[in-house]
């Protein structure tokens, strides 16, 4: 299921590594997930437009009504359509579309029971909430049903819409149910259109078409979920494509001092005399800060060498982001953007 | 720089007439490493605390002694961790189903409550309603208040997508379980074409060939049994609701200094306030101040001028500037925040080389927080 390529862990300052997975490559459907807080919408976002580099299109899809996107891109609430939110490197674009799980049931009803007319007042009554609360299930099964929808949709020339398609998925605490569409189910009735869609999107999630990325910081917390969430992954036979670090730390500390300053030893003569050759006075308050800063700092970077460790012994590729000091900004997407083509994303 | 009154939590944490905590704020950004710590802190005065968490670290549950779900409070042990405090500190994580189950027994009688607790819709609801998880860490912290048996009870509220889910969740339950929605395809033909016309039928009928009429059947049988439930609830949630708003609550709202941490922290202020609840005020977690007094100029002009000669200075600095441009943003996000919440007492937690999850490095940030360290 897992290649082996590219399993070493990359550092963050080399360049030319390539580590995204052959299968990654191939895959047109792209799960991100990731414990809450580490950036999974950003970094989705930028996975986006890693992959629609030189020419390409691709949709990058939320399901959680957060409307993250638009708030990372800048841009209005996004309708239940699919809009053009960005242009990438080499003339590529990406669209975007925020399921909505109202308008995706309503749409669904449209479809099947010509029930188009009575959508606005079924909705004013709580019909929707309603459908979904009876069958929890019900609601995985129509936003992973858009998407799929959003894969295997093909244009005049038969070839499909999208070179790719990003979904930015619910958290690791979800993802498991939210991919295990054969179990919600179970919720739902035997026979009809929803079982048919159901049935399509369970082979989707498991063909060589897809892929999960868990997009995770180098903390305790994080770690632990990502590796628990490949453990559930694989036991639900369901490929993980990638690990992407976020916001790691960079470090200018050569190896030998690391330890040293994480354990407050740091050479302060030879910090006093380096100070002093750059014209500013080492006072003693001065070198303590800086030698605090430093120590913190070394602490931090120990502490994510171990974390990246526990990552590389589970054997998927890993990919790593640095910390944006500036903010994870428009402008920072598109640098992350870079870092993931550097690493051979979209080549 | 900021002319207003800090968060003084050592002062809210001391006073004996609030009896209620409650930390809230988005996912990630330290809601029960804070809650935990004001629980240590206010333990070590000499008060007796009890901490109610939701979906805790597992390393910050193992300090706790939380080892696994437990309905009930735990005192915690303090062997091998530093000096126990001269008050008490107990535990508890919420288990979300057994609560439920607990109200339903407590408001039928035993027979009628067998029936619904088997009814396979009420595990639906009790399990997976997005928003039951809200609902009963507010109705523990009812029961436990009720029981007067703590000075001080730290709420720390479900790990939500939105962090105002919980002061919702009540509302949004009762008046789905109360809902018409319920009734009209628990019991179609009456009365319905009025108000919706055909579409309706056409409705159900989806929604029948969607879900399976199982599913409606078992809904139906557990609305019957409901009824008559719905008042006690609804005055059960009440309650909860004057116990927040009253004086002897207090609301912290955590965040991180990013946009969407405080973002969602801004709205849940402003909510507060709509609502009248008495919110304390906002604890900003992992800010980076810088330790020492360089300007990021002088930095930055000295790095270059070291950087062949003395590497180890060069990193050093390169930490520092680092760090003053982390705090730069940090200060950018703090005014904004300040801008449209001018009331609004901050108090800042500083990020720690390392993460919280024992009971010392707790106390290191109880200390942060009340500015007692």
Known sequence: MISDEGSVAALPKKKTTQTWPAAARRARLHVVSGKGGTGKTTVAAALALALAADGRRVLLAEVEERQGIARLFDVPPLPYEERKIAVAAGGGEVRALAVDIEAALLEYFAMFYNLGFAGRSLKRMGAVEFATTLAPGLRDVLLTGKVKETVTRRGGDSKPIYDAVVMDAPPTGRIINFLNVTVAMADLARRGPIRNQADGVVELLHSADTVVHLVTLLEDMPVTETLEAITELRAQKLSVGSIIVNAATVTHLGAASLKPAAENRLDLGRLASGLASAGIDPDPDLLAGLANETSDHAVRVLAEQQCREQLTAVGVPLLSLPRLVDGADLGGVYELADHLAEQGVGR | ?373
Not at chain 2, 336 to 349: G, K, S
Request: hydrophobic share 45%.
């Open chain 2, 1 to 373: 720089m900021m002319a207003r009154a800090p968060l003084d939590l050592e002062k809210v944490l001391n006073d004996p007439s609030i009896r209620v905590v409650v930390t809230c704020g988005s996912g990630g950004v330290g809601k029960t490493t804070t809650a935990a710590a004001m629980a240590i802190y206010a333990a070590d005065q000499g008060r007796k605390v009890a901490v109610l968490t939701i979906d805790p670290a597992r390393r910050l549950a193992q300090s706790l002694g939380l080892g696994e779900l437990d309905n009930v409070p735990r005192k915690v042990e303090f062997e091998g961790s530093g000096d126990a405090p001269s008050g008490e500190l107990w535990a508890m994580m919420l288990d979300t189903s057994r609560t439920f189950d607990e109200m339903v027994s407590s408001n039928a009688n035993a027979d009628h409550a067998a029936k619904i607790l088997a009814n396979p819709f009420y595990t639906t609801i009790s399990t997976s309603f997005s928003g039951t998880q809200e609902y009963m860490a507010m109705e523990k912290l009812s029961q436990l208040a009720a029981t007067d048996e703590f000075d001080l009870i730290v709420v720390d509220t479900p790990p939500s997508r939105s962090a105002l889910d919980f002061l919702d969740a009540p509302q949004r339950l009762s008046s789905f379980l109360d809902g018409r929605m319920i009734r009209l395809l628990a019991s179609p033909g009456r009365g319905v074409m009025r108000i919706v016309g055909a579409g309706f039928q056409l409705f159900a009928k989806a929604v029948t060939s969607v879900v399976g009429g199982q599913m409606l059947a078992d809904a139906a049988t557990f609305v019957q049994l409901f009824e008559g439930m719905f008042g006690g609830f609804r005055d059960r949630a009440q309650a909860t609701y004057d116990l927040l708003r009253s004086s002897r609550t207090a609301f912290v709202v955590v965040a991180v200094p990013e946009p969407d941490a405080l973002r969602e922290a801004s709205y849940f202020a402003d909510r507060l306030r709509a609502e009248r609840m008495p919110l304390a005020g906002l604890v900003l977690n992992r800010t980076h101040p810088p330790m020492a007094d360089l300007s990021l100029a002088t930095t930055q002009a000295a790095i270059a001028e070291v950087a062949g000669s003395s590497p180890l200075t060069a990193a050093a600095l390169a930490v520092h500037a680092e760090r003053l441009t982390t705090r730069t943003q940090e200060l950018r996000m703090r005014a904004r925040l300040d801008r449209a919440h001018p009331d609004l007492p901050v108090v800042e937690v500083p990020a720690l080389a390392f993460d919280a999850h024992d009971l010392p490095a707790l106390r290191i940030i109880a200390g942060q927080l009340t500015g007692t360290s």
